[in-house]
T-cell receptor
């Protein structure tokens, strides 16, 4: 049951370019949409997250764009750097008061060439 | 660092055996979730524990079970291991009070042969 679909599966960008990763979700009850970054041999680390009451959130070079009506959200990495080379996962969850159960996309392997 | 530590980092087991994976969370993180991440895929939710009780489960059979202890540590137990259980197992802890950020450990790489 794939509730969060992520694309592309892999992405190659030149240093200084813009990396764009897209996700679409099905469950309209989701109300928390984080992006995780994972390096080989490490667990996922939270990069940036958005709630559906805003359409965009920016933190440094990372921006989430959110389209509630289309049930889509995307991650934009500006001025991409070789150190950004990693696997990126979008996720979604419905937040109860005591925690969250994350549904992840399948991941995008980003390579930033120097 | 996330403050979430998993052990062991790597493990090789034989089909049919049982395995116990461990996770140690930060003080005050009273919710812990376990995920299975197959190679090249996103993590899949196994179950969640809150105040030492299971309070949510994904599409995993009963041979996947867990425990959470008062000292913010937890265990994932898998019985009757199958080859398809080979994966990276991740635990994630969440700060008490409904904070939405989940902190992941580095994972345990389980190989079933």
């Amino acid at each position: 049951q794939q509730q969060v679909k992520q694309s592309p599966q892999s992405l190659i960008v030149q240093k200084g370019g813009i990396s764009i990763i897209n996700c679409a979700y099905e469950n309209t009850a989701f109300d928390y949409f984080p992006w995780y970054q994972q390096f080989p041999g490490k667990g996922p680390a939270l990069l940036i997250a958005i709630r559906p009451d805003v359409s965009e959130k920016k933190e440094g070079r990372f921006t989430i764009s959110f389209n509630k009506s289309a049930k889509q959200f995307s991650l934009h990495i500006m001025d991409s750097q070789p150190g950004d080379s990693a696997t990126y996962f979008c996720a979604a969850s419905k937040i109860p008061t005591s925690g969250s159960r994350l549904t992840f996309g399948e991941g995008t392997q980003l390579t930033v060439n120097p | 660092e996330t403050g979430v530590t998993q052990s062991p980092t790597h493990l090789i087991k034989t089909r049919g055996q049982q395995v116990t994976l461990r996770c140690s969370s930060q003080s005050g993180h009273n919710t812990v979730s376990w995920y299975q991440q197959a190679l090249g895929q996103g993590p899949q939710f196994i179950f969640q524990y809150y105040r030492e009780e299971e309070n949510g489960r994904g599409n995993f059979p009963p041979r996947f079970s867990g425990l959470q202890f008062p000292n913010y540590s937890s265990e994932l137990n898998v019985n009757a291991l199958e080859l398809d259980d080979s994966a990276l197992y991740l635990c994630a802890s969440i700060l008490k009070g409904g904070n939405t950020e989940a902190f992941f450990g580095q994972g345990t790489r389980l190989t079933v042969v």
